[in-house]
C-alpha cells in the first residue's frame, strides 16, 4: 500500500513513528555535521569565543568533502556503467 | 578540583555535567547541549526504537547490536529509551499481525539516520569525558 507524505505525516507520532522524510533523509545529514563541528571545536579550542567560527569553517569543510566524495563516486559509477 | 574519575563519570550522567564541576561552564553547556539535541533528533527521526538494547551481556549478544555501545556511551538517558522502546504502548506487528509491547521499529533511511545521530551523540560524549576528566587531571588546562 502506498502512502503520501501528507498521509505519513498524520500518522506521525513523536517517538513512537519515524519522521515521515524518506525523500529528504539525505538532509538530515547538514544537522549532524553542524552538531559534530560544534562539539568537536567546543573541545579543542583554547577560548570558547573560538569556537562559533571555527566550527563555521570545519561545517563547511566536511559538507564540501561530502559533496566532492559523493560526486568522485557517482562519476566512478557512471564510468562503470558504461563500460 | 574534583578527582578526575568523577568528573568523567558526571559527564556520562549528563554530558557536559563533567566540564560545569571543573569550572568550565559555557564550555560544558555549549557540549552537553548539543550532543543532547543530536541525540533528541536521532529519537525523533527514527523513533524511540533506535535505540534497540542487547538481549544479554555476553559477547555475541553484545556485538549483535554494535550501534547501542555509542548510544549507551550518551548516559543513562539510553538505558531509559531502552527501556521505554520495550515497554511503551502497544503495536500491531506487521509479520505476524500480533498485538507487541513497546514501539515498533523503524526502517530503512529513517531508521539508519537515527541510529547514526544517537551513537555520533554518544561518541561525542566519549570525547568530550576524555577531555574533561583529562582537564581536571591538570587544573583545567590542556
Known sequence: MLFTLAEAGKAFELFRQPLPVWDYWYLLLIPLCLGVSVVYKAIKCREMKQVPREAAVIFIMILLGMALAGAVLLALVRVMEKR | ?142
Open chain 2, 1 to 142: 578540583m574534583p578527582p578526575p574519575p568523577l568528573v568523567a563519570l558526571a559527564g556520562w550522567v549528563l554530558p557536559g555535567l563533567g566540564y560545569w564541576l571543573i569550572g568550565q561552564r559555557l564550555r560544558g553547556f555549549v557540549i552537553g547541549v548539543s550532543i543532547l539535541l543530536l541525540y533528541l533528533a536521532g529519537l525523533i527521526i527514527g523513533g524511540m526504537h533506535v535505540i534497540d538494547a542487547p538481549t544479554g551481556l555476553t559477547m555475541p549478544l553484545i556485538f549483535a547490536k554494535p550501534w547501542f555501545i555509542g548510544q549507551v556511551l550518551a548516559g543513562p538517558v539510553t538505558l531509559g529509551c531502552s527501556y521505554m522502546a520495550n515497554n511503551w504502548g502497544t503495536y500491531i506487528d506487521p509479520g505476524t499481525l500480533r498485538q507487541m509491547t513497546g514501539v515498533a521499529l523503524s526502517h530503512s533511511r529513517v531508521n539508519e539516520i537515527g541510529v547514526l545521530y544517537t551513537a555520533v551523540a554518544g561518541m561525542l560524549n566519549l570525547m568530550a569525558i576524555i577531555d574533561c576528566s583529562y582537564r581536571a587531571s591538570n587544573e583545567g588546562a590542556r
